[in-house]
């Protein structure tokens, strides 16, 4: 009896054992809470580095790039803060403090994070060691933590550190080749544990795509639906029409409801139209770009193409409306150009675009006449970050000066053009972050923290204020900096 005994002691400490590294694994997220956001707020500029939620900001504390170890805890510069706007709508930096302890790093130029409702959303650098204790270098963790940071969960983990991904209230969409979307559904998910499996499930949203588009609202109301939660991709045809050149212009909302297709082969012919009587009428699209211009309107823009004589010929650049309160027809696309430009700005609607060609750039609309002087908004090289109240911003060649012009042809040189930060830009990383009159961007000038200045001032150029905190490391060395500068 006294040998059973102490088996039995023996194999209950075991499993107790057992049970607490199941408790220690699940636990892997621990963080001390910050107290919850508020989740029945609208939200503001999600899917780069800086979104507001209610009277909170959240934002990527700094840049730093990619990392070969990213331990949760470790992170506080390049990690997601949460802050407190004041009264006056500036950002309170004393209120600062790190949500999400995790590097936050991806390659891809249309990434950053998201907040909906109770939740932050965001891609962070998988660096697990395999069996040989070599850290991986290439794969991505989609994740997501409470707004007040004490509940963390992994949804998925991709092989790419360059994936286009979008989040959305219920899935992570992401693509890591040109033809397929895939997706994490995250909406079975518990979400009072925290979790270090891939819990999210996983899907095809899209396949045999040619160009897809997708994007975030300017503001996401909680509760209301919104033209950004469609996507918008061209499909190649299978099956016995697969031989055809043409293909279907396509849109679904991300959870796979609402699936239409919006240009097909007949979509332009007559009654009584033959096919082969009519290649004219008979279009490959390819998707350029989508801007989202109110909670029912998106604009996209596309070029079209015929396939005559052994080839395929473009005919044109063009816009059309897409509005969820009404009947979709191709036909109401807009010709902007014989041809799309060599990139171009999106302007929504029926304002057309800022088009780049022979290294200047030109408002292009449906009234427009080729490139000439009387269309000519920038003269030189420049890349158009963002148009505010008839004013354009934009970057030089070398990236970290921005500058603004006014919206108006024929004022397209260097006098005309007014320097609004004078350096420091990082525009090589995620796309700028405009907020309402605001840029908030990463200040190469001052240890690649994040800044915040209104563009529209008319004192420029201007000066920024800081966002986040210093660490020590970073405020020693800049003291350092600043002592011998002072001698």
């Known amino acids: 009896m006294k040998n059973k005994k102490a088996i039995m002691i023996v194999a209950l400490i075991a499993v107790l054992a057992v049970a607490a590294g199941v408790l220690a694994a699940c636990n892997v997220y621990e963080w001390s809470g910050i107290g919850m956001g508020e989740s029945s707020a609208d939200v503001v500029s999600n899917g780069g580095y800086y ?42 930096n004393s209120t600062a403090k790190v949500v999400v302890p995790l590097s936050i790093y991806n390659e891809y130029a249309g990434g950053g994070f998201a907040v909906y409702g109770d939740w932050i959303y965001y891609a962070t650098p998988n660096t697990d060691r395999d069996n040989s204790g070599n850290a991986s270098t290439t794969h991505t963790n989609f994740m997501r933590t409470r707004t007040d940071g004490a509940v963390t969960q992994r949804i998925g983990v991709v092989n790419s550190r360059s994936s286009e991904y979008l989040f959305t209230p219920t899935r992570v969409l992401y693509s890591t080749s040109s033809s397929t979307v895939r997706y994490f559904d995250f909406s079975g998910m518990s979400t009072d544990k925290s979790s270090d499996e891939a819990a999210g499930k996983s899907g095809v949203l899209v396949e045999n795509a040619t160009s897809v588009l997708w994007g975030y609202s300017a503001t996401q109301t909680p509760g209301k639906g919104n033209v950004a939660e469609y996507i918008f991709y061209t499909e190649t045809p299978t099956g016995e029409d697969s031989y055809r050149h043409y293909n279907n212009l396509c849109a679904v909302r991300y959870d796979g409801s609402d699936r239409r ?162 350096a420091g830009v990082k525009s090589d990383w995620l796309s700028l972050e405009f907020v309402g009159n605001d840029l908030v961007y990463f200040n190469t000038e001052d240890y690649n923290y994040l800044y915040v200045v209104d563009v529209t001032s008319g004192d420029v150029p201007a000066e920024g204020v800081m966002i986040g905190v210093m660490t020590a490391a970073d405020s020693e060395a800049k003291a350092e900096a600043e002592e011998e500068e002072a001698e």
């Open 261 to 422: 297709t919006l240009a097909t082969l007949d979509s332009w012919l007559e009654e009584g139209d033959k096919v082969e009587e009519n290649y004219e009428k008979v279009f490959t699209y390819t998707l350029s770009d989508v801007t989202f211009d109110s909670a029912t309107k998106a604009t996209l823009y596309y070029t079209k193409s015929i396939y005559e004589g052994g080839s395929s010929t473009t005919v044109g650049f063009y816009s059309v409306v897409f509005d969820t309160e009404s009947e979709f027809s191709i036909k109401n696309e807009v010709k902007l150009a014989s041809s799309a430009p060599s990139s171009f700005f999106p302007l929504g609607g029926d304002k057309g675009v800022l088009a780049t060609k022979d290294s200047n750039i030109y408002l292009v609309t449906a009234g427009s006449v080729g490139y000439t002087k009387d269309n000519l908004i920038i003269e030189g090289t420049a890349s158009v970050q963002a148009v505010i109240g008839g004013q354009v911003f934009y970057t030089d060649s070398d990236g970290d000066k921005l500058y603004r012009i006014n919206l108006t042809v024929g004022e397209g040189d260097s006098d005309n053009a007014k320097t609004v930060i004078a």
């Open 51 to 92: 979104v507001e939620q209610g009277k909170y900001v959240y934002f990527i504390n700094g840049y730093v790039g990619s990392v070969t170890s990213n331990e949760w805890g470790a992170a506080e510069k390049q990690a997601i803060m949460r802050a407190e706007k004041k009264a006056d709508g500036s950002i309170d």
